[in-house]
């Protein structure tokens, strides 16, 4: 639905001296929107003409009912019925523009589109446009207000009579929500936000889904890694990251990678997982639950109330544990395409209900008791697996490790050794068997559109080396028992996250089989990483790792020439 208000085009004439003299009120005058028709909040105006219809639409329909049983003609019309006729068109105006059906917009004003405006615009009036600035900020120039109105709203935001986010709900538009709550930040904390981009951004995109009360947006630029050969197909792995020679780190591995025949990768289990809290009177009642989710014969049952959670919803398995009176259900089930966290917290709300018919006395402390385990490192997640178990693995040739990786078959073997597995053993490490595997999770992650915080047990990794073929040859692995990802739902559906996705070939849901395109993009995130271990080892063991960051991971800004 489509409520923004555009600024209108100026009138032209007068000079920019003139224009400068006006004021906002003569400058800017707005173009009338649907939701103008009454003087009433936005809420109340939509209830109204919603009401009108519905009442007139049932009151023509029993007429005309009427008419016919009686035989009389239905062109004859009483005064009540074109007043009723008339308020029924009137209301199915104002509802098509307001939902944004742009020819019904047309009869009462032309559209205005920003690309005609600018070319159009008065160059006079742009430049004469009123500048507010905020106190105490002396090197910026804030956004221009786009109405006479925004200044009372951005004073009532910063004296707190206005909270600020209501804007969306309250004006309708999201963009000039967020412009008016940057403002008014501004002025409250005598900060600048110079630098943090407010332009070119869809804010009706992340509304009620992936961000509450924006005030820009945080560039962060995409590389691309590859291609990566994989199960025989290639991927040119987006990754959006900070972090100087990562990306070109991760290129020689899947370069290596490459020119050795590809990486095999294996989905070996994909199950989501949530695992709620009951307490009950005595550690009896709570074993008897375990054993009663934990009996084969109860087992249909429970699915058949979870699965009515959703269409892709399937759950697999429930595994128990009691700590005293409390108990904690953990359970696991396939999610399709999505991630799957909603999903699953659906299905077992479904099952607690049920439940309370046969344990009266359970009470639920909480959907979630951290034994599922989200985004927290847990060796249940270690062990069990959460979200998309993979094992990913690969045969480097002699000659591509001397003339690519710049070291030996044995150097790599000894360095894995000594560092991935016993110097983590030693750091008590909980899944954290590897080089780097989070770089590379956490750099795939935000540029597709995935949970960022769900690196942490999605970055659980165990890279494995040895000699091979007489010990010429090198085989490497990397098995991650809790990669969390989905193509549908959340950051996934933003435009630059969903492109990236689309670079990946798993756009979506996969309608042939739910759930694929997850899968998919689970075992290219394996590769990338058994490539980002694969050079980052190499780059150890050749003593290259430092130099290497030095030429790449060093910025020649003077930092202390930055405006703060």
């Known amino acids: 639905m489509d409520v923004r208000r555009r600024p209108p085009k100026p009138a032209r004439s007068g000079s920019a001296e003139d224009n400068h003299r006006r004021q906002p009120s003569e400058q800017i005058q707005r173009s009338p929107k649907a939701s103008d028709a009454l003087p009433l909040p936005l809420y109340l105006t939509n209830a109204v003409?919603?009401?009108?219809?519905?009442?007139?639409?049932?009151?023509?329909?029993?007429?005309?009912?009427?008419?016919?049983?009686?035989?009389?003609?239905?062109?004859?019309?009483?005064?009540?019925?074109?007043?009723?006729?008339?308020?029924?068109?009137?209301s199915f105006i104002y509802l098509l523009g307001f939902f944004g059906i742009d020819f019904v917009q047309s009869f009462i004003v032309r559209a205005s589109?920003?690309?005609?405006?600018?070319?159009?615009?008065?160059?006079?009036?742009?430049?004469?446009?009123?500048?507010?600035?905020?106190?105490?900020?002396?090197?910026?120039?804030?956004?221009?207000?786009?109405?006479?109105?925004?200044?009372?709203?951005?004073?009532?935001?910063?004296?707190?009579?206005?909270?600020?986010?209501?804007?969306?709900?309250?004006?309708?538009?999201?963009?000039?929500?967020?412009?008016?709550?940057?403002?008014?930040?501004?002025?409250?904390?005598?900060?600048?936000?110079?630098?943090?981009?407010?332009?070119?951004f869809d804010y009706e995109s992340i509304l009620g889904q992936c961000c509450e009360m924006p005030v820009g947006y945080v560039q962060i630029p995409v590389g691309i890694a590859g291609p990566l050969l994989l199960d025989g197909f290639e991927f040119s792995v987006p990754m959006a990251t900070t972090e100087g020679c990562l990306i070109a780190s991760t290129n020689r591995g899947c370069k290596a990678i490459h020119l050795s025949g590809g990486a095999t990768c294996v989905l070996l289990r994909d199950g989501m997982t949530r695992a709620p809290v009951v307490r009950f009177a005595s550690a009896k009642r709570a074993s008897e639950l375990k054993f009663f989710l934990e009996d084969p014969v109860n087992f249909d049952t429970l699915s058949l109330v979870f699965n009515r959670s959703s269409r892709f919803a399937r759950l697999q398995g429930i595994q128990c544990a009691i700590a005293g009176k409390n108990a904690y259900m953990r359970f696991s089930c396939s999610t399709g395409d999505a991630m799957g966290m909603n999903m699953v917290s659906k299905g077992v709300q479904n099952v607690l209900d049920f439940l309370q018919n046969d344990f009266p006395d359970m009470d639920v402390i909480g959907i979630s008791g951290n034994f599922c385990s989200d985004k927290k490192p847990a060796a249940v997640n270690w062990i069990e697996g959460r979200g998309k178990s993979v094992v990913c693995e690969a045969v480097i040739k002699e000659d591509v490790v001397k003339k690519v990786l710049k070291t030996n078959v044995d150097a790599l073997v000894e360095l894995n050794m000594l560092k991935n597995l016993a110097g983590s053993a030693i750091a008590g490490a909980l899944g954290g068997y590897n080089a780097h595997a989070s770089n590379i999770v956490s750099a795939v992650f935000i540029a597709t559109g995935q949970d960022p915080a769900q690196n942490i047990e999605s970055s659980h990794c165990i890279t494995m080396m040895e000699a091979v073929n007489d010990g010429k040859d090198l085989h490497i692995s990397v098995t991650m028992p809790s990669i969390e990802v989905g193509t549908v739902g959340g950051g996934t559906q933003l435009a630059s996250q969903s492109a990236c996705l689309n670079l990946l070939g798993v756009k979506g849901a996969s309608k042939e089989s739910p759930g694929a395109n997850s899968r998919l993009l689970a075992t290219i995130v394996a590769g990338s990483v058994l490539a980002g271990e694969l050079s980052l080892m190499s780059a150890i063991a050749a003593g290259q790792l430092v130099r290497s960051h030095m030429k790449y991971n060093r910025s020649s800004k003077d930092i202390t020439k930055v405006a703060c």
């Open 49 to 90: 003409f919603f009401t009108l219809f519905f009442s007139v639409a049932y009151y023509l329909l029993h007429r005309w009912r009427d008419k016919i049983r009686n035989s009389t003609p239905l062109h004859v019309v009483t005064l009540p019925e074109i007043a009723a006729i008339v308020s029924l068109i009137a």
């Open 113 to 200: 589109h920003d690309a005609w405006d600018l070319d159009d615009a008065d160059p006079s009036f742009i430049n004469a446009c009123p500048v507010v600035s905020a106190p105490n900020l002396d090197r910026q120039l804030l956004p221009t207000l786009s109405f006479e109105e925004d200044e009372e709203i951005i004073k009532s935001v910063v004296e707190g009579t206005l909270p600020s986010y209501s804007l969306e709900s309250k004006l309708g538009d999201c963009k000039r929500a967020a412009a008016i709550r940057r403002e008014a930040l501004q002025r409250a904390t005598g900060r600048s936000l110079e630098g943090l981009p407010l332009e070119g």
